[in-house]
């Protein structure tokens, strides 16, 4: 039994639920992160503000987020996980060795898009 079952078991509380919620909200965070690193790399794309390398980083985050669902049911597992937080890692390589970014590339998109 986890740490501290017996007490809250005495004091009525449904211990058994607790690794039943923290699965589910592993859930959702396993789909929200793939969804926010695509969105955030379109965003990237789209505007422009970093070059070369940096611009496509967070895309290429998120689409490897997806790809690593079904790794996770492999016994390549432990390997996915560990390049998603690898990739995690370059991007924030990205924006630390660019943290301004272009801002000619940023007024050209925005008057691009009025």
């Known amino acids: 039994m986890p740490y501290g079952a ?3 078991r005495r ?6 639920a ?7 909200l592993f859930g959702v965070a396993g789909i929200l992160v793939p969804l ?11 505007v422009g503000g970093w070059r070369g390398w940096r611009r496509l980083v967070p ?6 987020a997806v790809v690593l669902i079904p790794l996770l049911f492999s016994s390549i ?10 990739a995690f890692g370059v991007v ?9 970014p272009d801002a000619a590339a940023i007024g050209a ?3 691009a898009t009025a």
């Open 59 to 64: 895309l290429a985050c998120g689409i490897y």
């Open 77 to 86: 597992d432990k390997l996915g996980i560990a390049a998603f937080f690898f």
């Open 92 to 100: 924030s390589y990205a924006t630390y060795s660019q943290p301004e």
């Open 6 to 8: 017996h007490e809250r």
């Open 109 to 111: 998109a925005s008057a």
């Open 11 to 16: 004091a009525g509380v449904d211990v058994d």
């Open 36 to 46: 926010g690193m695509i969105l955030a790399g379109i965003a990237t794309v789209r």
């Open 18 to 24: 607790y690794p039943t919620t923290l699965s589910n």
